[in-house]
């Protein structure tokens, strides 16, 4: 089975979405898949020409795909970039500017549209799953409204386990597909990763998957991908 579309969806911020999109990536890559990964929404982004873009969320979704990082493909991947560390619709407000969910919808449709029979398209979305997007709506209206099938990410930190589950039952309630959960370590964490992927897969319902820190995309989780 592949699914030729898959949303990465975080149950917090800063917590290894876009690790384990890339990783994903790469792992679809060398079973020989085609993949498309794309980051269409992004907050705290340098400038092209800034050295630290290439630690940015979008150079390193361009690497794993092994794209080099040009005007085009970081427009091709994130057309939405703003500058300040802050919800997308208060960074853009900083910048004098505006974001449509109907614009960022139809964008990714748009991608989607032209993916060829066999290809996967990967959207990371941005922030937590409740994170503001725009002035009235949330990550998860735009989940809802893009209508894929969710992959959901969350860190193995105190408190990791309630806000993974949190997610998962928010998820459900709206009818979103939620094809499975990646557990991306969490640095200095108190309890190992194991233990608190083991404590999130007893109550999922889900398949559970552990990505630790420089690892490869959990093998049972690339086959429903």
């Not at 919808?105 to 503001?132: F, K, Q, Y």
């Not at 979103?176 to 999922?204: F, M, N």
């Amino acid at each position: 089975m592949s699914l030729p579309a898959l949303f990465i969806v975080g149950a917090g911020t800063e917590i290894g979405k876009t690790y384990a999109t890339a990783a994903l990536t790469r792992r679809l890559r060398d079973r020989g898949r085609r993949v498309r990964a794309l980051k269409p929404l992004a907050s705290g982004v340098p400038p092209l020409d800034h050295p630290d873009f290439a630690v940015s969320d979008t150079a390193r979704l361009l690497a794993a795909q092994g794209l080099a990082v040009t005007p085009e493909t970081v427009e091709a991947c994130s057309p939405w970039r703003f500058a300040a560390p802050l919800a997308p619709d208060l960074a853009a407000a900083r910048e004098g500017r505006s974001l449509s969910l109907a614009d960022l919808v139809g964008w990714c449709r748009a991608r989607l549209s032209e993916a060829r029979e066999g290809d996967t398209v990967l959207i990371e979305g941005v922030g937590g799953l409740m994170s503001p997007i725009t002035e009235a709506e949330t990550g998860l209206d735009w989940l809802k409204a893009q209508g894929l099938p969710a992959l959901l990410v969350s860190g193995s930190y105190l408190g990791a386990i309630s806000h993974a589950l949190t997610a998962v039952e928010t998820l459900r309630a709206h009818g979103i597909a939620l094809a499975g959960l990646v557990i991306s370590e969490s640095e200095g964490a108190p309890t190992p990763l194991d233990t608190v992927a083991g404590q999130i897969a007893r109550h999922a319902g889900v398949p559970v998957g552990r990505l630790s820190r420089g690892g490869a995309f959990p093998g049972n989780l690339v086959e429903l991908v």
